[in-house]
């Protein structure tokens, strides 16, 4: 349970993502200027909505990945830049979606699209961010590229769905959640790495090795965004600290509180889980209980396993800016949460 | 206005679909298994929901137009049998949406699937099935294709959009009518007539004119849906009469009806179209005004004139079977009018 990372950054220097934003700067440039031209419609609403998600102040970090993947392996082409917004798009798409299932108001800090333009407008943009995402993925031609996008949607869409059915089920098995977060969120980390390798025209061992990295990766910060939801201030989150809790959201810090807790326990969290437990004193007692389980310091210890595996899977490639990069992400990722 | 469809079954017998069915009887067997097969997960819900749709009496309109295309072109392989059935996937994914966007309870006479399973079930199953949809597409492995389907999506979501921001406007433009429903559902009939041409490796010109007899037919079918809102009976229609009226849905009678109407007809109308003009009495003032206005009938002449030429864009083939029974589709699709 005490799995540590093996830090490589000095000591006394707080681990971010600016090695990363600097090293991929250039061609984050294009890919920014690929998704404003390619979220465009004669229907001004589209481009109205998608924009306010989009120009939201999201890190961009599922792009970010491809761009600094691409520059792992020395690629010099373009390619990147359109798909990078491709993955941005399927990304988008799924948030404006989420916010929908979810009836979330708040993402990023900023009131949410379907609480400004309603459900309807969120869905329809969503499935239009959706499809030009393929029209960009059939411009570039690669049906690899376009296998391994089809897949990662189909099976965010599956694990959004299993999400849905596991919602407010207190019983659910760590093994099960890890494979919806596995789904809904590392799928598209995963991918975005592992066309960086396809584009660079890489053996089929690197695009596994960077499919690897993407993978644990985003299953590290799904975790580390389970436990913060509960230590965390509004401004770090962008949303409202306890939300999981008030929306009945079981993940895994609950799963690890709900297994080890007694019986009298085990019935708050059913009850808090199906709605009935919302006052602050709840959150406060809830938090509580985390604590004295050691159920966040254990997920924490979980997203640690999975982020070391992120950083082990580059271990074949050379060192250099790029490898630093995106082995302090991974740091970065597991430090938010302290 | 008194376009006529130069018929072409016996004076008698009434045009319909029973031709192109028993014309592509065994292709869509092997369309409705791919169909199974392919809307499968290992998460039930996701077979639960999408199967009740998929399953629920609808005509399978547009894949049969595939199949019906490729036999017009004596196409001998078997790709189209897998594309048809992508084109039933976006269809089915759009329909979800849909129903969700309009809160509609009643979907080809049975309760819609986001009043059985919520709304957010729906959204993210339809997700999913769009998201099949392009795994099937880039298994069959053409680009061109990809491309027909991936900009077709793209416009329906655009057409979608289109609507919604021009939902209750009485005002809207018989102009701005035909855009939304070109879009909105000439699209997908357009592409998936054309994308035949393409699996038959037939030249551009072929493949423009089944996307010209698609894309017509596609507007006469809204068109026709638009005038028997008002005039047929739930059964023949799968959903309540007059719910077009009730939703405030600015459909091309309407449109006439109010360019036409003096000013206490023009304020009839915009008060309906908000709302304010629900119950019975007011659905019977307004099919009397869609009556004496010309309205309906004028839709329908509109219809028979894209009937006319879908008709017309056949002409370059062959006679036989198949053409035969793509002329009578369109018939059909007049005819229920009537």
């Known amino acids: ?33 690929v998704i404003l031209t390619r979220m465009q419609s004669d229907i001004p609403l589209i481009p109205e909505l998608a924009g306010h998600l989009i120009a939201g102040g999201g890190k961009r970090m599922r792009p970010m990945l491809t761009l600094a993947c691409a520059r792992l392996l020395d690629y010099s082409g373009a390619r990147h830049h359109k798909l990078a917004a491709c993955v941005e798009f399927i990304h988008t798409a799924t948030l ?38 393929f029209e960009l993925m059939v411009e570039d031609g690669s049906l690899k590229v376009l296998k391994i996008l ?26 099960r959640y890890l494979d919806i977060i596995g789904a809904k969120t590392a799928a598209l980390f995963a991918a975005a790495c592992r066309i960086a390798a396809v584009v660079a ?7 596994l090795a960077l499919d690897a ?5 985003g299953i590290a910060f799904q975790l580390v965004d389970d436990a913060i939801d509960y230590s965390s201030d509004e401004e770090t989150m962008g949303k409202g600290v306890g939300d999981d809790f008030r929306d009945g959201k079981v993940t895994l810090p609950v799963i690890l509180a709900h297994a ?44 640690r396993h999975y982020g070391q595996r992120a950083i082990d899977s580059l271990g074949g490639f050379a060192s250099g800016q790029a490898k630093t990069a995106l082995t302090e992400a991974v740091e970065f990722a597991i430090a938010r949460a302290y």
């Open 96 to 133: 404006l979606h989420d916010d929908v299932v979810d009836g979330s108001d708040l993402r990023r800090g900023r009131r949410t699209a379907n609480l400004i333009w309603g459900n309807p407008a969120s869905v329809l943009v969503g499935d239009f961010l959706f499809s030009r995402s």
């Open 1 to 33: 349970m005490s799995a540590t990372i093996h830090r490589i950054i000095p000591a006394g220097r707080e681990p971010s993502l600016e090695p990363m934003m600097a090293l991929v700067a250039g061609d984050m440039n294009q890919v920014n200027s």
């Open 201 to 207: 025209e890489r053996p089929e061992p690197e695009e």
């Open 213 to 217: 990295y993407g993978r644990n990766l």
């Open 260 to 303: 080890r807790g007694d019986a009298v326990q085990k019935q708050f969290w059913r009850d808090a889980m199906h709605g009935h437990r919302i006052t602050d004193e709840d959150l406060a007692h809830a938090t509580r209980l985390l604590e004295d389980t050691g159920a966040i310091a254990d997920t924490l210890a979980r997203a």
């Open 150 to 175: 089809s897949n990662a949607s189909a099976v965010i869409a599956e694990g959004e769905v299993n999400q849905l059915t596991a919602q407010r089920q207190v019983e659910t098995s760590e093994e």
